[in-house]
Each structure stands twice: as C-alpha cells, then as structure tokens.
C-alpha cells in the first residue's frame, strides 16, 4: 500500500516522494533540514506509531501538514485530538490523495483532472 | 482536520483487491489526463510507469486465476467477456507505459486508447451495476 500511495501523490505533484521506513527515520530527516510539504503515515508503523510521529512532529514544526491513515474508528478522534490536519480511513482511492495534495501542497503544476464518473 | 477515505462504518485493512482496484482507477485517471493534454513531467512519467507495472502485472495474475476458477463453470461468452476485460487491463498499462516514455501519440493511437478505456469503464459501470464487483475479488 505504502507504494500505491507514493505513487498517486508522486503523480500529483510532479515531484519525488520521500518514503521511510519507520517515524524516526522521518523526524530524523526533518531535523536535519529536509523539506517536505506534507507528512502521510499510517498509524500503526514499526519503531514510533504514527501517533507519536505526528506529536512529535506537531511540536517541533507545527506549520507542516500531517495526515494519518487508518482502519481502525477510533483513531480518528485520536488523531483529531492530537492536532491531524487530516484522517484518511483506510480503504481509500487515489481521489483522497489528490484532495489531500490539493489541500496542503503548494503546487505550481497543473493538478491532474478530476477521476471518472463511470 | 479534513476527513477523507472510507466512512467508519466500511473501514477495515486494504488488501490486495482493494489495493489493485485503487491502482486500477488510479491509471484510468492518468490515461484520461494523458488525452486530455495535461503536462507529464519526469515524476509523473515515472509514477504512471510503475503503476502501470503493478496493474498489468496483477490483472495478468487475476485472468490467470479467473480462468482456473470459471473452467466447466461458466459459459462461453461469460468466460470471453470476463476474460477480455483482464487483456483491456493490461493493454491499458502497456499503452500508458508508452505514452509515458514519450512514444510518439499519433491520433490513431490516441484514439484506440480512448476506446480501450471506454470499454473498461463501461465493463466496470456494468459489473457494479449487477453487483458483481468480485470480478475484481478472485485474488
């Protein structure tokens, strides 16, 4: 899933996507001055949750964009609570990217049309 | 905070079926842009690649296994019909892997692509219409 999902938001916005393998590999990377316009984790990933990872990024930089994904309800009040600036609830389409991207990425691309009715 | 996806009560892990199907829709949206003229740019070029990778790879697996399971079980023109839908499918990846490359789109191409297309999107307007959608389940 983790590549679908880089992927679609690779498509979007016409620019390379960073992936890591677990949330401090991902801090780490913030910290040492890699930009990044939006963070996208699942909440349940090896090392630091996906909660923890939004903490933790929400109060070192608490203008970049972070959005949890998950199956589970309850983790959407979590993540509300804990200052998400979106919750996908799992499964979604390519089309919630998108809308993600059209949210908080600055894009000076052109966004892709929008998806089929049929 | 911005709530997108699957409403609480439909969501649950996504497996392989929803994952191709998601990749599957995924490249309709590219192809369409494609004719649409929308600009490629190298990661979007790159991006359509691998999806399309992954989705002619899976519906090859999917006809694959759709033909063991309907063998002596269904008739001749479900078996053609369900069949031929998996070839459209990985047709579509190899047609968007060469217009991703910048193989030249001359109209007549352009033109088979937009059919191919059609004719997947009203085989899965039909499937979701009869509520057959396990088509896509065979996995």
């Known amino acids: 899933m983790r590549d679908f999902v880089a992927t679609a938001l690779a498509y979007s916005v016409n620019r390379e996507i960073q992936l890591f393998s677990n949330g401090f590999d991902a801090v780490n990377s913030l910290e040492s001055g890699q930009s990044a316009d939006i963070i996208l984790s699942d909440v349940y ?3 630091l949750n996906g909660f923890e990872l939004l903490s933790a990024i ?6 970049k964009a972070c959005i949890l994904m998950s199956s589970i309800p309850s983790d959407e009040e979590t993540a509300r609570r804990l200052g998400a600036d979106a919750f996908i609830g799992k499964p979604f389409s390519a089309n919630a990217l998108f809308q993600v991207v059209q949210k908080f990425v600055a894009t000076d691309e052109e966004p892709p049309p929008p998806p089929p009715t049929s | 905070m911005l709530r997108l996806g699957a409403n609480p009560l439909n969501m649950k892990e996504m497996d392989l ?3 191709f199907t998601s990749r599957l829709q995924l490249l309709i949206i590219m192809a369409k ?5 929308y600009p ?3 990661y979007r070029a790159k991006a359509i690649i691998a999806n399309a990778e992954h989705v002619e790879l899976e519906a090859e697996e999917l006809g694959r296994e759709l033909r063991r399971m309907q063998d002596g079980a269904e008739t001749a023109v479900e078996h053609y019909a369900d069949h031929a839908f998996y070839q459209r499918i990985q047709l579509l990846a190899r047609m968007a892997k060469a217009f991703a490359r910048g193989n030249p789109g001359e109209p007549y191409r352009k033109e088979a692509l ?4 059609d004719h997947i ?3 899965i307007a039909f499937y979701r219409q009869i509520g057959e959608i396990e088509f896509l389940k065979v996995a």
Request: charged share 45%; hydrophobic share 25%; net charge positive.
């Open chain 2, 33 to 37: 842009a494609y004719l649409k003229g």
């Open chain 1, 45 to 47: 990933i090896p090392e």
């Open chain 2, 17 to 19: 079926d929803d994952i």
């Open chain 1, 58 to 63: 929400k109060k070192k930089f608490p203008r």
């Open chain 2, 121 to 123: 999107c009203d085989q």
């Open chain 2, 40 to 42: 490629l740019g190298k």
């Open chain 2, 114 to 117: 937009k059919r191919n297309l």
